[in-house]
């Protein structure tokens, strides 16, 4: 979606430090999200919520 974007609008296909950050926060948020079930029952909604934050905040990188 970053490549497409900045391909679109004529501007060369270097991500910024805030692209990658965003990278890494939906990277984080996909893996607590699907290692939710594995983990004791206590640390369940915790690590929902880390993935809902992490995924708010990527997203909110990215349009910045």
Request: glycine share 4%; charged share 10%; net charge positive.
């Amino acid at each position: 979606m970053s490549r497409a974007a900045l391909g679109h609008t004529g501007r060369l296909l270097v991500v910024s430090r805030l692209t990658v950050a965003a990278y890494v926060l939906l990277t984080v948020a996909a893996v607590a999200r699907t290692a939710s079930p594995l983990l004791p029952v206590e640390w369940v909604w915790s690590a929902l919520q880390c993935s809902g934050y992490a995924w708010v905040a990527a997203f909110t990188l990215y349009l910045v």
